[in-house]
């Protein structure tokens, strides 16, 4: 590691790059966005000095600078980096660098290490800046308080209010999006100017949330799929947390506003006594001059070349849930398995109502043992036969939440979280248990892995279904706020499990798609995006959850035809279509199924184990498109061998037509094989005739097609009924 203080430093990695200038009492940003190439020390020394702003009237008498831990003390008047107090004193942070350490991968990335220490505060901090190869930075902050720093004063202890970790962005970064929702309407897109003032979005639910911001973006005016420059940044950490897009009159140092992201800290819940230490979220920042796709496309690069990625083909899964609810019989769940391996599932997952009092949705959670007056011989008999027809079992839990009809609430009232004098309201009928507890902790823990090991499971869909109000725990003696540690608890817990069960699979919900963070998918296999499985509203949830997820990640289910959450009625082929590209699976009782829908499934579930090789891995692209009613997605191969793309209508529109739609992400320079999948069923036409082309697309053999027409001139494609969607399948032909 090279000592790098004072030095204008660089990191360059898949066309982007930051750079940083060290010569300051704080580093500061010179630079974030496109590669300008290997800096020469003129070329470093021209951004340091174009670096500064003017002096301004009715302002400090020095420039203003914006560091990577920005504060009053550099004349910044927005959101500062760091607050907090010692019982009211040492409220103006200094810190000053002590220490620089780059390491640089060349082209591919590398690392910029930072110690700061501040006498005003006690507080020494480490920033660590990483770049990694596909253009995706990462910072991580760590506070370590040092009574030797501060004398006397830093025998009391610091109270953290809040540390974020914010980058500046440029005039052009002119519009924000980001994302709110609802239970079984999560992900759902808002767009608007950047004005002056602050955009802060605050998540306080204990958890992301369904309104979660999930990933907040600055971007140019044409901002679209595959168009303009964006900068974003995502806070991979699974509580509270807090966004903001910032942009004030005299500016941020030389650039226009800010971008920033940080956990959500609570009064008094992170106090620092001399040597403790507290270590924020990581906070990732991406830039991307090819629209939301080429964001999207360095964030599921990242994700896939993580050791822990899956690699086996993701089965497809049938879960009981929408199928029997809380009727566990063995008998009905012996059909159902049957129907299961008919239509070639690959995994059955027993979903909630199979444990101690657990006959409806208020009572048993905290209780993980079988119940014996439902499953009188244990879940043997229905786990054999689930694995007799090849299949992986999976089971459901709910481990952060507990009924107060249960025997765990009855034996252990205090392990209950929420205050000590009076609990609030349930959610759902339930409350959340206190896993900061040790004794708690451990209780569920070990009932889990019973479980695990007595049935060997395969796969854990790992339920949240309620907001942590009023989280406070009494375990100390007074109540003090705990979603940080309850936070903390959860990720120990799901890594102690995979380390006892290195086979093990989890799933992710919370109430669906209500803790969908990269904190919790380091430690889980895939998200499920929201408890609605009708195919309208699951269309553009999934096609926003892609912004951030790759599609292997995100689990997607046929339902019925009557939605269970919005009632709403949708073809077979339809449902069928949505549900393929993600890891697919089913939630419905294909009891109700006649003998044409189970052919038709089981013809969808081959095709879905023909591409799922090429949905797993390939690159997301959606074609920006005049009429909102239409969505085109595609799936292209990294090498661009094979695509498929998705042509769907939600509603009606004022066009008859669609004009010509171009196939983003293709090669204008080669030819095509372009076949319509209709193994699953026609989609219902708005129309007469189709266009020519698709008549010939319809056929076993296809039709060819040069890249320069389907990517650059468009084709025109079929005018579709509401709620209707086509499948195309392109080769690349030699």
């Known amino acids: 590691m090279l000592d790098g203080y004072g030095a204008v430093l660089s990191l360059r990695a898949a066309g982007t790059s930051l750079v940083l200038d060290t010569a300051g009492r704080v580093p500061r940003v010179l630079h974030w966005g496109a590669d300008p190439g290997p800096l020469d020390d003129a070329a470093a020394e021209a951004l340091r000095e174009t670096g500064g702003p003017a002096v301004l009237n009715n302002s400090p008498d020095v420039p203003r600078t914006f560091s990577l831990l920005p504060s009053e003390f550099e004349g910044w008047a927005g959101t500062p980096a760091q607050e907090g107090h010692a019982a009211g004193t040492a409220t103006t942070p200094r810190p000053r660098t002590e220490a620089v350490r780059h390491r640089s991968d060349g082209e591919h990335g590398g690392t910029i290490e930072i110690d700061l220490a501040d006498e005003i505060t006690g507080l020494r901090t480490t920033m660590t800046i990483a770049l990694d190869r596909f253009g995706v930075l990462s910072v991580d902050a760590t506070l370590v308080r040092d009574a030797s720093l501060a004398g006397d004063g830093a025998t009391i202890p610091y109270t953290l209010d809040a540390l974020r970790v914010m980058l500046p962005v440029p005039e052009r970064a002119v519009d924000i999006l980001d994302f709110t929702g609802k239970w079984c309407r999560e992900?759902?897109?808002?767009?608007?100017?950047?004005?002056?003032?602050?955009?802060?979005?605050?998540?306080r639910r204990g958890k992301p949330g369904h309104d979660a911001p999930f990933l907040v973006v600055a971007g140019t005016e044409d901002l679209g799929f595959g168009r303009g420059e964006a900068w974003a940044t995502h806070l991979a950490w699974s509580g509270d947390?807090?966004?903001?897009?910032?942009?004030?009159?005299?500016?941020?140092?030389?650039?226009?506003?800010?971008?920033?992201?940080?956990?959500g800290l609570r009064p008094g819940?992170?106090?620092?006594?001399?040597?403790?230490?507290?270590?924020?979220?990581?906070a990732l920042f991406v830039w991307s001059d090819s629209g939301l796709d080429g964001l999207a496309d360095r964030l599921h690069r990242r994700l896939r070349a993580r050791p822990t990625h899956p690699q086996s083909p993701r089965p497809l899964t049938l879960n009981s849930w929408e199928a029997v609810y809380f009727d566990?019989?063995?008998a009905r769940l012996t059909a159902l398995v049957e129907r299961a391996a008919r239509v070639g599932a690959e995994r059955f997952v027993l979903d909630d109502g199979w444990f101690h009092g657990r006959r409806e949705d208020n009572a048993g959670l905290g209780d993980w043992f079988v119940d014996r007056t439902v499953w009188p011989d244990g879940l043997s008999p229905l786990v054999d036969l689930v694995r007799s027809h090849g299949m992986q079992f999976g089971i459901w839990f709910e481990p952060e939440m507990v009924n107060l009809d249960s025997d765990l609430a009855r034996e252990h009232p205090d392990w209950v979280l929420g205050p000590r004098q009076e609990l609030g309201a349930t959610a759902r009928a339930q409350y959340v248990l206190d896993l900061t507890r040790p004794d708690a902790y451990a209780h569920v823990l070990e009932q889990i892995s019973a479980v695990v090991d007595e049935y060997a499971v395969d796969y854990i869909k790992w339920d949240h279904n309620r907001d942590l109000s009023e989280a406070v725990s009494g375990y100390v003696g007074?109540?003090?706020?705990?979603?940080?540690?309850q936070t903390l608890a959860l990720y120990r817990m799901l890594d102690t499990l995979r380390a006892r069960h290195p086979h093990l699979e989890i799933e992710t919900c919370s109430g669906g798609g209500g803790r969908v963070d990269l904190g919790i998918l380091e430690r889980t296999?895939?998200?499920?995006?929201?408890?609605?499985?009708?195919?309208?509203?699951?269309?553009?949830?999934?096609r926003w959850t892609r912004m951030l997820l790759p599609p292997e990640l995100i689990g997607s289910h046929?339902?019925?035809?009557?939605?269970?959450?919005?009632?709403?009625r949708t073809d077979l082929s339809f449902r069928l279509i949505v549900a393929l590209t993600a890891h697919a699976g089913i939630e419905w009782d294909l009891q109700e199924a006649d003998e044409d829908e189970l052919d038709r499934i089981a013809r969808w579930a081959g095709v879905y184990r023909e591409l799922r090789g090429l949905i797993h891995s390939g690159r997301i692209v959606n074609a920006d498109l005049a009429d909102e009613a239409t969505a085109f997605t595609g799936i292209v191969a990294q090498d661009g061998s094979r695509a498929v793309y998705t042509w769907a209508r939600l509603v009606t529109s004022a066009p008859g037509q669609s004009g010509r739609v171009r196939f983003p992400g293709l090669d204008p320079d080669t030819r095509y094989s372009v076949r319509v999948r209709n193994e699953f069923g026609q989609a219902s036409r708005h129309q007469a005739a189709d266009p020519a082309w698709i008549t010939a697309a319809l056929q076993?053999?296809?039709v060819t097609l040069p890249g320069s027409v389907l990517a650059v001139a468009g084709v025109p494609l079929p005018t579709l009924n509401p709620q209707q969607a086509m499948l195309f399948d392109l080769v690349r032909l030699a």
């Open 700 to 702: 076993p053999e296809g």
């Open 328 to 330: 566990h019989d063995l």
């Open 269 to 282: 819940e992170i106090a620092l006594a001399d040597g403790d230490r507290y270590v924020a979220p990581t």
């Open 525 to 542: 296999d895939r998200v499920w995006a929201s408890d609605c499985n009708d195919p309208v509203e699951r269309l553009q949830i999934e």
């Open 558 to 568: 046929l339902g019925a035809e009557r939605s269970h959450t919005t009632s709403r």
């Open 187 to 203: 992900r759902a897109p808002q767009r608007g100017r950047l004005f002056y003032g602050s955009h802060v979005r605050r998540a």
């Open 241 to 263: 947390g807090e966004y903001l897009v910032e942009r004030l009159t005299e500016g941020a140092g030389a650039f226009s506003a800010v971008l920033g992201a940080g956990e």
């Open 478 to 485: 007074v109540d003090r706020p705990a979603v940080h540690e």
